[in-house]
């Protein structure tokens, strides 16, 4: 069993920044690609950021220069700093994690629980 947990939601004022982390855990062989996705009220779930396993990231077009994804891969953990935040940015985020369980060595994508993210002033 894999759980993944989610924090550092919020509300936060247009130009404000907020970290957020997700942690894996359980029966983890081993991690490959973790993102993070966003979803709007009305609006598609959408890729925001990914990075592999080695560190090599990738970005939707509009959060370019103002979000980072990291990962820290002894501690299964991938964060999202968000900088620069704007009222667009608001929605609850996700952390997708691919992971191969160490039991049944099968290679599932699992979902955080989500998180919200509110910016306004």
């Known amino acids: 069993q894999v759980q993944l947990v989610e924090s550092g939601g919020g509300l936060v004022q247009p130009g404000g920044s907020l970290r957020l982390s997700c942690a894996a855990s359980g029966s983890i062989s081993s991690i490959s690609t973790m993102a993070w996705y966003r979803q709007a009220p009305g609006k598609q779930r959408e890729l925001v950021a990914r990075i592999t396993r080695i560190g090599a990231t990738d970005y939707t077009d509009s959060v370019k220069g103002r979000f980072t994804i990291s990962r820290d891969n002894a501690k299964n953990t991938v964060d999202l700093q968000m900088n620069s935040l704007k009222p667009e940015d608001t929605a609850v985020y996700y952390c997708?994690?691919?992971?191969?369980?160490?039991?049944?060595?099968?290679?599932?994508?699992?979902w955080g629980q989500g998180t919200q993210v509110t910016v306004s002033s």
């Open positions: 997708r994690v691919i992971i191969r369980d160490a039991r049944t060595l099968s290679t599932v994508a699992y």
